[in-house]
């Protein structure tokens, strides 16, 4: 009875390199969303995905990031060239019929030195 | 426009008193609402939710208040635990712009005193 699953938790990067974020949905859910949390924030919504395809993504930054969600394994969200300011933890929803009730995974935190 | 880098509002109260967190959300288009209880490092859990179509809606211990014409949310605690201790998140729904995002509003961490 797996919930959401994230990996890895933490994530350490220096500036330059690439960060890459799994979410696996829960089971029977094909609907993922991804949000990022600053420190005393509330969540800020990156972009939504189905299977196969990114449905919403204006809340995603046009350079450097981007989603997938494939037919088969989990849903990656790519930051390429991290700067210190992607330091943030980042959060993964799914949802069975994309209506809203969504389901959080655990997160992952991203370190950018 | 948001403040970034301020303190989240506290509140705290002692063990066995009800608890009572407010929110102003933003989107008088919003129908869709949902509380969320944060505890330091995990993510958001769910609470409950309520539909724009309803004023109150109960929960085990939990109720949650909408206040259409005031644009405002509340979240009452009854007879709240040390295990109640942690950042509460409204998240407002906008549906039939073909995604269903949520935004979240900036928490109240709640203190419970044992």
């Known amino acids: 009875n797996a919930g959401v699953m994230q990996n890895p938790r933490h994530l350490v990067r220096r500036r330059g390199q690439e960060a890459r974020l799994r979410c696996s949905p829960m089971?029977?859910?094909?609907?993922v969303y991804w949000y990022r949390q600053l420190p005393e924030e509330g969540l800020k919504f990156m972009v939504y995905?189905?299977?196969?395809?990114?449905?919403?993504e204006s809340g995603m930054p046009k350079e450097r990031f981007s989603a997938e969600f494939p037919k088969e394994g989990p849903s990656i969200l790519r930051i390429q060239q991290v700067v210190r300011g992607d330091s943030a933890a980042y959060f993964c929803?799914?949802?069975?019929?994309?209506?809203?009730?969504?389901?959080f995974g655990p997160g992952t935190r991203l370190t950018v030195l | 426009g948001e403040s970034v880098g301020l303190h989240l509002p506290t509140l705290s109260v002692q063990e066995g008193d009800n608890s009572i967190i407010n929110c102003a959300y933003s989107?008088?288009?919003?129908?869709?609402f949902i509380w969320y209880k944060q505890e330091s490092g995990k993510g958001p859990q769910f609470i409950i939710d309520?539909?724009?179509?309803?004023d109150k809606r109960q929960g085990q211990r939990v109720t949650v208040l909408l206040n259409k014409t005031v644009k405002h949310l509340s979240l009452q605690i009854a007879a709240t635990q040390p295990g109640d201790s942690a950042v509460y998140f409204c998240?407002?729904?906008?549906?039939?712009?073909?995604?269903?995002?949520?935004?979240f509003g900036k928490g109240t961490k709640l203190s419970v005193i044992p």
């Open positions: 929803a799914s949802s069975y019929a994309g209506t809203g009730d969504e389901f």
């Open positions: 089971k029977g859910h094909s609907h």
């Open positions: 995905l189905q299977k196969e395809n990114i449905i919403d």
């Open positions: 989107n008088s288009a919003s129908d869709y």
């Open positions: 309520i539909r724009s179509n309803m």
């Open positions: 998240a407002e729904n906008t549906s039939g712009a073909g995604s269903y995002q949520l935004t």
